[in-house]
């Protein structure tokens, strides 16, 4: 007789719509893909074991603390905080990830060959050629400049 299922772990602790969500234990089911659950709406499952399986957030939960579950194991229940949209029209890549002094890094993804303005790294208001930026760019803190 095979051990109950259990969660372990979820990772990251704080998600937000379209995120990734890893949960970790043992004798998750492998026959067939698990069905799982965030604040009680189906999760996209896109990767699945018996020791991890990883969920896509779905749309429209609503901000706060949201139980996950995977169906068909009672009693094991996780939790994780969902932020809520504070922006719209952005395509986001992943989960917002916060550094030890709360400053907050997100990745954009914008359409093929479209430029992101740059902030100046002097005090000057007027308006560069350099001050846009081709192709790659490391991430600056949201808020970092002002």
């Not at 026959?31 to 009680?40: F, L, N, R, T």
């Not at 999760?43 to 068909?72: L, N, Y």
């Not at 917002?96 to 005090?123: H, K």
């Amino acid at each position: 007789m095979s051990a109950r299922p259990t969660i372990s772990s979820v990772t990251p602790l704080r998600a937000v719509e379209g995120g990734h969500v890893t949960l970790r234990g043992a004798g998750f089911p492998v026959d067939q893909i698990p069905q799982v659950s965030i604040g009680g709406q189906p999760a996209r499952v896109v990767f699945a074991s018996g020791s991890r399986i990883v969920v896509t957030v779905p749309p429209d939960i609503e901000g706060g603390r949201a139980p996950i579950r995977i169906e068909d194991l009672p009693g094991e229940t996780a939790y994780v905080s969902i932020g809520a949209a504070w922006a719209t029209g952005l395509h986001q890549v992943d989960n917002p990830v916060f550094d030890a002094d709360g400053n907050l890094f997100v990745t954009y993804s914008g359409s093929r060959g479209q430029e992101a303005p740059a902030e100046p790294e002097d005090d000057e208001d007027e308006e560069r050629e350099e001050d846009h930026v081709d192709g790659r760019r490391d991430p600056e803190p949201a808020g970092a400049h002002g």
